[in-house]
């Protein structure tokens, strides 16, 4: 179909920044029509004041809106513009109105909004008398209305005509009830015409059951989403990570229908903690790889990892995703405590699985490195991970999806789920919430969370090649997922590179277990970096972040075990950039009905029996934090807890964790956490109440952050 001027127009103009968005909201409203879904239609305050009408109507008559949600402003300010048009004023230079000014405005009975005067109390007057007889007609006759319901009547009765001040058409309100176009007004009581209605309860000429309540049009909203969703809502995507925006990203490419929800805001989990390595040198080595799955595993996992950074690579290109994407080297060199022969098997290793490594004589670049050996792993990639996930979330809306921020789901079923208390409908669901949260038990069982800690400094550009550098871990620690240090040169601004450096992992709620204080881990890592690289200078950033090791290493991608259409993305390890889009590529693939070479040795129902022994060390992990039940406290007293802090106290049997806000305000929760009833600790670092048997961290407001607990924290009251 050809488009309209103004199509064309803004086509042409609207090429950049808030109007660009326009264009493409314009463009996903048409493909959602176009595909037979429903358009609800929200109005904002003061919408109808700006003579909303001239368009809005048009657009209900060519059927572009399926249902309204607005205020009870909204809707008696078009009947107002309808039959008082001509006493509105406007007073452009409001801006200098005194307080004198604004008095005689309002005894001359107009209400200002901005530069716009609205003459409430003449368009009253023409109002009153007609829409009292109907609410009064209705409770004579035992009937019962919703506001709009009501309006439509008086404005279909022809009572009004006499005072029509403008084109009936251009007034949305009559366009709707020529429709019968249903319309949510949850907040009407608070409007003028609410306040009437409520004047003529109080005098006892109306009831006020005659008026259906806000809470009426909530449920009549539950009931119409859910019978009308099914053509509307094809695909649900819940989390908003790189697992979540790469799988709904690929889905909506190949032209499926999708949603999705985010508890916060992209990128606000772990992605966007993350150092954005883009690698295939797996943290959990290829040698290893080859005794757990087989060879032919560990050169699937390398070509499918591989993969990965090229599919990265596309969808930047396809695009045009400015996020400072680059090919980089990758140097893995051995941590004091491993073995020189370890360098070797990995070498053969990961060259048996297809990866072109080659060994150098010393770490190229890095001080102290001239006598020790090195792997090179070629064609890794680096790239800034939210502007990646702000070109995905572009592109997806561009292709008719559509994602929701602070949307909270739960109840997830193979129905869909309940997000922010509305019933959403979907064939397929994919929990992408880096920690499932639709499974309390089978998958925890399988991976278990670490924290990790990052810096950045500033280092003087051309210093330090692009690349990026990891040891091989420390095989002295006493947890299963021996922790490695893992940096990267980033571009920072044009005398500066950013040098980012991770490491010094602990089981999550774990970390005392060192007798180590987060600030310490920063210093270790600190340290570890100056020695390595001296050129740094002074520390910019430093941050903490989860990561979920499964205990055999590999991510686990695709159906929930024992479900047909609900899949999940989880057990990132430390290459979650490339497990999370090896996730979406895999799910997409499945969902089409596309074989998948990969899909197998993801799955998230694979057994490896070759690990019991790790699985068997993280299980006693587990179970051994049980025992806080009955061991001792971190607080002994609450005068001992400083403003800022956190900690978990005995009374009797119970333990308490409480936390003291700056203002000297103590908090109390129940320390047992919703999941499975470990005793969650304090992390200083974070301020957050953190779970040391599957992850679970709730903030010192006892709020889930991160899974699997989906409750929070009960609170406790204290005198
Ligand atoms: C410090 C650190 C450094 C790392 N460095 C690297 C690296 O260099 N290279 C690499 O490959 N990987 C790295 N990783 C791992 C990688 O960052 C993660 O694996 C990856 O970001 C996980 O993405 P995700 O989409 O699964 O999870 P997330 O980014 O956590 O996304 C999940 C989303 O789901 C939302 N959510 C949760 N519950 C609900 C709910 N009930 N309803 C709606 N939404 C919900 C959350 O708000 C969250 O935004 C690192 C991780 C950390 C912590
Ligand atoms: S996260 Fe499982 S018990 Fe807390």
Not at 213 to 225: H, K, N, R, V
Not at 663 to 682: E, T
């Amino acid at each position: 179909m050809s488009k309209g001027p103004i199509s064309q127009f803004i086509e042409k103009y609207y090429l950049h920044f808030n109007s660009a968005t326009v264009v493409d909201a314009a463009k996903a409203y048409e493909q959602q029509l176009q595909n037979g879904a429903k358009m609800m239609v929200t109005l904002a305050g003061a919408m109808s004041t700006a003579e909303l009408g001239k368009i809005f109507a048009e657009m209900i008559r060519q059927d572009k809106v399926q249902i309204i949600s607005c205020t009870g402003a909204n809707l008696e300010e078009d009947i107002m513009n309808l039959v008082a048009h001509s006493h509105y004023e406007r007073v452009p230079n409001y801006r200098d109105l005194t307080p004198q000014d604004e008095w005689d405005l309002l005894e001359k009975g107009l209400n200002r909004v901005t530069d716009t005067c609205i003459p409430e109390h003449e368009a009253f007057r023409r109002l009153q008398k007609h829409i009292h007889k109907i609410w009064k007609d209705a409770e004579d006759a035992g009937e019962r209305y919703f506001p709009h319901e009501f309006m439509y009547k008086m404005l279909l009765s022809g009572c009004l005509e006499e005072y029509y001040e403008i084109d009936l058409k251009d007034s949305w309100m009559y366009a709707a009830a020529e429709k019968n176009l249903p319309i949510v007004v949850p907040g009407w009581e608070d409007s003028t015409m609410g306040n009437i209605f409520a004047s003529y309860v109080i005098k006892g000429e109306l009831k006020a059951s005659t008026m259906k309540s806000g809470i009426e049009y909530m449920t009549f909203l539950a009931d119409w989403y859910s019978k009308n969703s099914n053509k509307g809502v094809g695909f649900f995507q819940i989390g908003g990570g790189i697992a979540g925006l790469t799988t709904a990203y690929l889905l909506s490419k190949a032209g499926k229908k999708v949603i999705v929800v985010e508890d916060g805001f992209i990128g606000s989990g772990e992605t966007g903690r993350t150092t954005a390595h883009l690698s295939n040198a797996l943290d959990d080595r290829y040698y290893y790889l080859e005794r757990v799955f087989g060879k032919e595993a560990a050169a699937l996992s390398a070509e499918s990892h591989t993969a990965a950074i090229d599919e990265i690579e596309k969808i930047i290109r396809t695009e045009h995703i400015d996020c400072a994407f680059r090919r980089v080297n990758g140097y893995l060199f051995l941590h004091p405590s491993d073995k020189e022969e370890n360098l070797d098997k990995e070498l053969e290793a990961s060259q048996r699985a297809g990866i072109s490594t080659t060994l150098l004589p010393k770490i190229p670049t890095m001080a102290g490195g001239s006598d020790q050996r090195c792997i090179v792993f070629p064609n890794q990639a680096q790239f800034h991970i939210l502007q990646y996930l702000s070109g995905l979330a572009k592109a997806i809306t561009s292709y008719g999806g559509i994602i929701y921020t602070e949307a909270h789901a739960e109840n997830i079923t193979k129905e869909g789920a309940t997000v922010n208390g509305f019933a959403f409908r979907a064939d397929y669901i994919v929990v992408a919430t880096n920690s499932p949260v639709n499974d309390v038990l089978t998958m925890h069982t399988k991976q278990h969370a670490y924290r990790s800690y990052v810096i950045a400094g500033k280092i003087r550009k051309g210093l330090l090649p692009y690349a990026l550098w990891w040891d091989t871990g420390d095989m002295d620690s006493k947890w299963v997922s021996q922790p490695y240090h893992y940096a990267r040169l980033a571009e920072y601004d044009s005398e500066n590179d950013l040098l980012i450096v991770g490491g010094e992992d602990h089981k999550t709620g774990q970390g005392d277990e060192e007798s180590l204080l987060e600030s310490a881990r920063y210093d270790k890592l600190e340290a570890w970096t100056r020695e390595r690289f001296p050129m740094l200078g002074d520390l910019s950033y430093r941050w903490s972040g989860q990561i979920i090791e499964p205990v055999d290493s590999l991510g686990f991608m695709g159906k929930n075990p024992g479900d047909e259409n609900i899949y999940i993305i989880t057990g990132d390890s430390g290459n979650g950039m490339t497990h999370a889009t090896l996730g979406g590529m895999i799910i997409c693939d499945s969902i089409r009905g596309i074989p998948n070479r990969w899909q197998e040795l993801y799955s998230p129902s694979r057994i490896t029996l070759s690990t019991a022994i790790d699985f068997l060390k993280e299980a006693g992990n587990m179970a051994a934090q049980y025992i806080d039940w009955i061991g001792s406290p971190d607080l002994q007293n609450i005068a001992d807890l400083e403003p800022g802090q956190g900690g978990v106290l005995s009374h009797g049997i119970r333990k308490i964790a409480v936390y003291r806000d700056y203002d000297n305000k103590l908090s109390a929760f129940n320390a047992v956490c919703p999941h499975l009833g470990c005793i969650v600790q304090w992390n200083n670092d974070e301020k957050s109440f953190d779970c040391p048997c599957h992850g679970s961290r709730f903030t010192h407001e006892g709020k889930v952050v991160n899974g699997p607990s989906i409750e929070n924290l009960r609170k406790i009251r204290i005198t």
